[in-house]
């Protein structure tokens, strides 16, 4: 048994063989990608949104012969529930999954021990899951844009644009939270736990809450308005609708209340809340798993 | 006599062309010229204005056509009205006229006329605090104009069209664009067709006007479609009332009007499609709303709940965020949603046809706790199209308790949306650029793909183990 | 090559690794040994720089802390199992991590030939039995022939053969010139490998030694491994050593050099204190003039 054939010897090199910073980031980035693209949880998302995304986009155009074309808002509406559904649940549990898998399968330890920073190998991942995340939402606006272009003609082709722009804002954010709720969680199970609890409080509850609080407490509109403006999927529905109606006065006293007083700075305002979102839990993440002092 | 009647007319024809040929579009003339020409001319006679800016304000007193086809250009230069017709029977047609004064007392207009059986066609009229202003003017013709208001606050802007004490009038074929309204006072038996309004306040507006066909009109991006107030005996036919989403943002508004009939019409994306205030208002009167699409609405019909006895039958409730509504509490249930056993066709209608006769076998009636809640906290409309909502009203289906009324009640739904097309021409541009667009998309996941996912591992190679 | 300053890592109140300090020089060998649970795992979690410690680890005059993925890319770390997604493909984790350490291609494919591993770039991760899964960690610990190899229990879950394979290979790249620190349970790789032994009990470097030290090398020995019923391991083990015998615990049973003639004098000490033994394994003859070299 001589299995093991001689290798040339070679001069030991003393320099060093580490990527740089974000050439490992990329190597990172691209396995995420690979990896989740090859996943069951990208092809079962990538397809359930895109048949909704169809679905809506049909249902709401059918029976209505020509005047299909006026319906973008509408279509919009529905796509604008469907968005806000289904793409949190994607982007969180993509991210809830990303490092607390690897490290209770033990790939994480593996990983780090190789010339990279724990910083390299987070922006990596977060980066390979965020691309696959667009991919996947390329797919289904795409698609959906097909079925909008035959049965609805191009009116609202900036509107849509702003529309997947904003949902790609959306998913990153998410996916920000997902990542930290991972880097919290030592078992992968427990993460994902987590990240539906999350989605659960950010679609539902948290609407809710504030439902029932302005209905008991009498909230004043710029207090609904505040508190709204805080989660990130009430400021991506304000953004896209402020973007179709060019004012939020759809949304009642309070859409008219922000409209008024932010006026043209309004997209920016909730813009930034989403940013924030996108921003502010990547950074606590990076910062969690760098400081952490075990895998 | 009839030699210089005749040399004079021939002068008239020919003599601009000949003398003033040279004048250019761009060279300011007086106004007082094209006085001089009208002067000149005999009653019925026509009057060709050659090419040229002429300034000031024109009065025109005699029965005369004034054609201004060849580059006319009547601008008042900020000042008062630029054309004022005080005789009957004059036709204005192919003028550029701007510049009216601005300041609303006095009211200046592009075009005033004061008198009878006038035509108004094919001119461009810019810069007018009003645009066409008839006065008195019955059995007048107001065809083919495009007219565009002054860059103003909508609240300081004139009608782009106003028609007052002028019965018999015909509208049609007109572009009106950034003004008030286009508004009728007191004016009886109009036809008005054809016409264009966009981005305006009213689109077509009725202030006790009665005796009127509006047909295969085109209302888009308005604050109102067509708003009828205290105008009885109108008939509304293949008009398209689209996105207007102003403040109140009414597809059709009707506030106290009789014997009202809709047919044939498609609203879409309005922010209500319907609005009724006291409409019908006397007991014995009826309004008839048949074959209308009613589509992508905010609220598809809202009505004030005294609203009764309105037929709605056969028309197409598609999309709308919620398909009815009261305007403050109560319900319409004073109206019929069924003629002889047709009822509407509603989106949301979750009902069968088991007999296969295209009419629902259980009656349509919406419950939206939602909607019901959105009554009692006006605040809460932040909430609409998000998943919460969904939330809620999937609990109030759940739990039949938490269902609040139903604000109609259709006994006949249509199971498919009827057939209803307008002849309104659809511009329905950008399909392939929308088409595109998603292909775009679709690339720019594929590239992606390519570009990262795919694997580029080392090749199998063919050494294989050696033992 | 290692300078290890201080090295204490706590776990909650529990002192895995604690205050431990070590020097070793290019070229050199050391086997951490001692019973699951001593700390050998940690300290190399330390010395990699993956878990965060007090104390200092220099690779290469590199401080771990402060530049790791510099300090990391010195080193070939070899794990109990390699664990890597499943999934993956030979061929392409390859060249994952050939990129990661910015080799070339044709470095890769010969990292894997020098393991034996040609020819399987299209099998799955998961195909792999144990000593291929080892043989690819050491191909991929290798491709940037990184002068220093760190390898944990690197043969523990292999059979004798996968064993053979993996030991000559670290025989060979320590006549290569290779820095090698690796934790190891068996006596005879440790002799075969190593020129130091450091021992580590709850901690703590109890004794920084070589192996013929450890093993005294007179007779020729052999080590055999008594598997308990009752897992009183520690009183056996005084047991033992009252009788004059050299013993190890190491997690995985007791580990007692015996001459060779005499492989049950163990098993009747224990006897005598009434503890039953139930397995008897007797490990590979151990070479120690070789190793001595």
């Known amino acids: 048994m001589s299995a093991i054939t001689s290798s040339p010897t070679r001069p030991i090199r003393t320099a060093s063989a580490a990527p740089s910073f974000l050439g490992g980031i990329a190597r990172f980035a691209r396995r995420e990608f690979r990896d989740a693209i090859a996943s069951k949880w990208f092809l079962l998302y990538t397809l359930a949104f895109t048949t909704l995304a169809v679905g809506v986009s049909f249902l709401s155009l059918s029976g209505v012969g020509s005047h299909g074309f006026a319906g973008f808002g509408r279509t919009a509406a529905g796509l604008l529930n469907l968005i806000m559904l289904v793409v949190p649940l994607m982007a969180l549990t993509a991210g809830a999954g990303s490092i607390a898998g690897e490290r209770e399968r033990g790939t994480l330890l593996y990983l780090l021990a190789q010339p990279v920073s724990r910083m390299q190998v987070l922006l990596g991942k977060y980066f390979g899951l965020a691309a696959a995340l667009l991919c996947s939402l390329c797919v289904g606006f795409g698609i959906s844009g097909g079925v909008l272009a035959w049965r609805a003609g191009g009116v609202g082709i900036g509107s849509y644009a702003m529309l997947i722009g904003f949902t790609a804002l959306l998913a990153i954010a998410m996916l920000s939270v997902g990542v930290l709720i991972s880097v919290c969680s030592r078992r992968s199970s427990v993460a994902t736990g987590i990240a539906l609890f999350a989605w659960l409080t950010l679609v539902f509850v948290s609407d809710l809450g504030l439902m029932a609080s302005s209905l008991l407490f009498k909230l004043r509109v710029q207090e609904i308005f505040g508190l709204a403006a805080v989660n990130p999927l009430q400021s991506f529905k304000m953004a896209v609708i402020v973007n179709l109606n060019a004012s939020l006065d759809v949304l009642g006293p309070v859409g008219s209340y922000a409209s008024q007083t932010l006026g043209d700075g309004l997209p920016w305002v909730l813009g930034a809340s989403l940013a924030a979102w996108t921003a502010v839990p990547l950074a606590l993440a990076v910062v969690i798993f760098v400081r952490r002092s075990s895998v | 006599m009839r030699s210089t009647h005749l040399l004079i007319l021939i002068w008239i024809l020919i003599a601009p062309h000949v003398v003033f040929g040279g004048a250019g579009a761009a060279q300011a003339e007086s106004i007082s010229f094209v006085e001089s020409l009208i002067e000149r001319a005999t009653d019925g006679q026509e009057v060709r204005v050659p090419a040229g800016v002429y300034e000031g304000n024109l009065v025109i007193r005699k029965p005369i056509v004034l054609d201004g086809s060849d580059g006319a250009v009547f601008d008042a230069l900020g000042k008062g009205i630029v054309i004022e017709v005080l005789a009957a029977g004059v036709t204005i047609r192919g003028c550029v006229i701007r510049g009216s004064g601005s300041d609303v007392t006095g009211e200046p207009a592009g075009i005033r006329v004061v008198a009878p059986n006038t035509i108004i066609e094919s001119n461009t009229i810019q810069d007018a605090l009003f645009g066409i202003d008839l006065r008195e003017s019955p059995d007048s013709i107001i065809r083919g104009n495009t007219i565009s208001g002054k860059d103003l606050d909508p609240g300081r802007r004139g009608d782009g069209i106003r028609l007052w004490w002028s019965h018999y009038c015909v509208i049609e074929n007109n572009t009106v664009r950034g003004s008030r309204d286009m508004v009728f006072w007191y004016s009886e038996g109009l036809i008005i067709r054809r016409n264009t309004v966009i981005d305006s306040r009213y689109g077509l507006h009725f202030m006790y006007s009665h005796d009127t066909v509006l047909e295969e009109n085109d209302l888009l991006s308005n604050s109102v479609g067509v708003y009828l107030m205290y105008s009885n005996s109108i008939t509304l036919r293949g008009n398209r009332m689209r996105n207007n989403r102003g403040a109140s943002g009414y597809g059709i508004g009707l506030k106290d009007c009789d014997d009202i009939t809709i047919t044939g019409n498609a609203l879409l994306a309005n922010r209500v499609g319907v609005y009724l205030d006291n409409s019908p208002s006397s007991i014995d009167s009826t309004g008839i709303f048949e074959s209308n699409m009613i589509a992508f609405n905010e609220i598809g019909l809202l009505a004030t709940p005294n609203t009764h006895d309105n037929v709605f039958t056969r028309n197409a409730f598609v999309e709308n965020e919620e398909p009815a509504a009261t305007h403050g509490r109560g319900r319409l249930v004073s109206n019929s949603f069924a003629l002889d056993g047709v009822g509407n066709y509603w989106s949301d209608y979750a009902g069968f046809d088991l007999d296969g006769d295209g009419i629902g076998d259980v009656v349509y009636e919406p419950q939206s706790l939602f909607g019901a809640m959105l009554a009692r906290e006006p605040n809460l409309r932040l909430f609409v199209h998000s998943p919460a909502q969904q939330a809620i009203e999937f609990t109030a289906r759940a739990l039949p308790e938490l269902r609040p009324q139903s604000t109609l009640i259709d006994p006949s739904p249509l199971v498919s949306a009827p057939k209803i097309e307008l002849a309104i021409a659809d511009a329905k541009l950008g399909g392939a650029r929308m088409g595109i667009f998603g292909a775009i998309l679709l690339s720019i996941a594929a590239a992606c793909i390519a570009a990262m996912g795919i694997e580029r591992g080392l090749p199998q190679t063919r050494t294989g183990t050696r033992s | ?293």
């Open chain 3, 1 to 293: 090559m290692i300078r290890a300053e201080s090295i204490t890592k706590r776990f909650g109140r529990v002192r895995a690794v604690s205050d431990v300090s070590f020097d070793l020089d290019r070229g050199g060998a050391i086997a951490l040994w001692g019973s699951n649970g001593a700390g050998k795992t940690t300290l190399i979690r330390c010395l990699l720089g993956v878990i965060r410690c007090r104390g200092t680890v220099r690779i290469g005059g590199v401080n771990v802390r402060r530049r790791g993925r510099h300090a990391r890319a010195l080193i070939g770390y070899v794990p109990q199992e390699l664990a890597f997604h499943d999934d993956a493909r030979l061929g392409s984790a390859m060249m994952f991590f050939a990129r990661l350490r910015r080799v070339s291609r044709a470095r890769a494919s010969e990292s894997l030939a020098a393991v034996g591993l040609t020819g399987h770039e299209r099998k799955r991760v998961r195909d792999l039995s144990g000593g291929m899964k080892q043989r690819f960690a050491l191909a991929i610990a290798l491709l940037n022939d990184p002068p220093l190899i760190i390898l944990d229990e690197p043969t523990s879950n292999l059979d004798a053969e996968g064993r053979g394979e993996v030991v000559e290979t670290l025989q060979r790249l320590r006549r290569d010139g290779k820095t090698l620190l690796f934790a190891s349970h068996r006596p005879d790789e440790v002799i075969s490998l190593a020129d130091r032994v450091i021992v580590m009990e709850r901690g703590q470097v109890i004794r920084d030694t070589s192996p013929i030290e450890l093993w005294p090398t007179e007779k020729p020995i052999q080590v055999v491994r008594l598997f308990l019923t009752m897992a009183n391991e520690a009183d056996a083990a005084d047991a033992l050593r009252e009788a004059g015998h050299t013993v190890h615990l190491n997690g995985n049973g007791l580990c007692v050099a015996v001459p060779r003639d005499n492989k049950a004098d163990p098993i009747v000490a224990l006897a005598r204190r009434q503890i039953e033994v139930r397995n008897i394994e007797i490990l590979d003859d151990v070479q120690i003039s070789e190793a001595k070299r």
